[in-house]
């Protein structure tokens, strides 16, 4: 009894720091088995991918299922101005898979889908009718239950406005191209037209002075006769 009144104070400061440390135990713990059992089961990531052996460019959707039991998936692909563009169908086709086949992530697994740049791009084009500005692009997954979790796809968006905006530049280097193109040819035109004239005028000329010459030698000849 005497030995804690004596250390009173560094008994409780002891305990304080004591109650801290467990509470962080307490707060980590918490935080695990919440993610561990959290109701958003998946993590969705989309990313833009150059592969390093044949240096083929593609879009990448990467799908893990962080939830403790399988789960089977209804749709996935991209959400782009309320419009779904789904590629559930596409996977299971590049998978040689039945249309009807079940597409289950196991427990802590992941399923990761490769979509072609100009498919995905082409398609928000249509959407945006020939605009280079693009609204909000997403991924998106769907389960069977018809939940379905989002994530931004800001990559893939920036290399898709990146690629829109540098089609439009060969466009209009295109166009330009041509217009000069055409000019050249009428100028070449006009040229050319020009040559035929001054060519058409001196077979005239030349015409004319034959003419004059046959009319002097003839006037010539009737003299001599006389």
């Known amino acids: ?38 109701n958003k089961k998946f993590h969705i990531a989309s990313h833009f ?5 044949d240096e083929n460019k593609m879009f990448t959707i990467d799908i893990y299922n962080r939830n403790i039991n399988d789960v089977r998936l209804s749709g996935f692909g991209f959400v782009y101005k309320d419009r779904n563009i789904d590629f559930y169908k ?3 086709e590049h998978k040689q898979l039945p249309v009807d086949h079940k597409v289950v992530i196991s ?26 500005y693009m609204d909000s692009l997403q991924a998106y997954v769907t389960d069977s239950l018809g939940l379905t979790s989002r994530t931004n796809a ?6 898709i406005e990146e690629i829109l905006r540098y089609e439009k530049k060969m466009k209009h280097l295109e ?29 005239r000329q030349a015409k004319i002075i034959l003419g004059f ?14």
């Open 175 to 203: 166009i330009k191209k041509q217009k000069q193109k055409l000019k050249n040819e009428a100028k070449l035109f006009k040229q050319r037209a020009i040559i035929e004239r001054r060519i058409k005028r001196k077979e």
């Open 49 to 53: 991918e150059i592969d390093a052996k």
């Open 90 to 92: 596409s996977y299971l």
């Open 154 to 159: 800001k990559q893939i968006k920036s290399q």
């Open 107 to 132: 427990s802590r697994d992941y399923l990761s889908t490769k979509i072609e740049i100009n498919t995905l791009k082409n398609i928000i084009s249509d959407i945006n009718h020939g605009s280079l």
């Open 1 to 38: 009894m005497e030995f804690i009144k004596e250390n009173f104070e560094i008994i409780v400061i002891l305990l304080f720091i004591l109650l801290i440390v467990l509470s962080v135990i307490v707060l980590s713990f918490n935080k695990y088995f919440a993610m561990y059992f959290s």
């Open 213 to 226: 010459k046959k009319m002097v030698s003839k006037v010539k000849g009737n003299k001599n006769k006389s």
